[in-house]
């Protein structure tokens, strides 16, 4: 299976300081994407960083890729309360575009 | 824009029923369509994915079924529900890399 893990698993912090989410995956990659997921609610997509990539940022967020590794991780700077949620990473191979995704990280921001 | 919408939000049912869960866009024409599943506090599992009007892939063998009897309309069923077809039931439609997510089903069944 080429399903993802995140690491950790969840992640209490502190309004303003950085969050770090890891996400490691088994198989090559075509891409790989962030997804955010409010409680009971469906997911959002929040960044796509494709395989030749090595680093994207998109306002507070920052995905880093290392494919060598099979990783990536998902920096959220300056954290506020409205980004507690679930965090997924999700893969996809070459071919069509089925979406894998890891375990999630649980953050919470407290104010 | 584009839009998804998936009803019923909530959903409980008796062991043995059957289940129709439906899942439409709009504003978009020859979506993919996908069906997950997510069991609490878990990540979420891919159950059908459709390229086009008829066309289904099964990801697990299980207890559901899927049809796409048009192009923007993408219908998750079951004969006899099973205890274990609890879950939240997620729609998702793709363009191209990225997938949209409708607000989901959460589906109790008893």
């Known amino acids: 299976s080429q399903q993802g893990e995140e690491d950790p698993q969840a992640l209490s912090i502190q309004e303003g300081e950085n969050a770090t989410m890891n996400c490691s995956y088994k198989?090559?990659?075509?891409?790989l994407q962030w997804y955010r997921q409010n409680s009971g609610r469906g997911l959002v997509h929040l960044i796509l960083?494709?395989?030749?990539?090595r680093e994207k940022h998109s306002g507070r967020l920052r995905v880093t890729l290392d494919t060598s590794k099979k990783s990536s991780s998902l920096l959220i700077t300056a954290s506020r309360a409205a980004d507690t949620a679930s965090y997924f990473c999700?893969?996809?191979?070459?071919?069509?575009?089925?979406?894998?995704f890891g375990t999630g990280t649980r953050l919470l921001v407290s104010p | 824009s584009q839009t998804i919408h998936q009803w019923p939000a909530t959903l409980v049912q008796p062991v043995g029923s059957p289940l129709s869960l439906e899942c439409t866009v709009e504003?978009?024409?020859?979506?993919?369509l996908y069906w997950y599943r997510q069991a609490a506090g878990r990540g979420l599992q891919l159950l059908f994915y459709?390229?086009?009007?008829?066309?289904i892939s099964s990801e697990v063998p299980q207890n559901l079924s899927a049809s796409r009897p048009q192009d923007r309309q993408f219908i998750l069923s079951s004969k006899k529900l099973l205890l274990s077809d609890s879950g939240f039931y997620l729609c998702?439609?793709?363009?191209?890399?990225?997938?949209?997510f409708g607000p989901g089903t959460r589906l109790t069944v008893l």
């Open positions: 459709s390229v086009g009007i008829g066309q």
């Open positions: 998702a439609w793709s363009p191209m890399n990225e997938q949209f």
């Open positions: 999700a893969t996809t191979n070459t071919g069509f575009q089925k979406l894998v």
């Open positions: 198989t090559s990659i075509n891409n």
């Open positions: 960083i494709r395989s030749n990539e």
């Open positions: 504003g978009t024409s020859n979506p993919n």
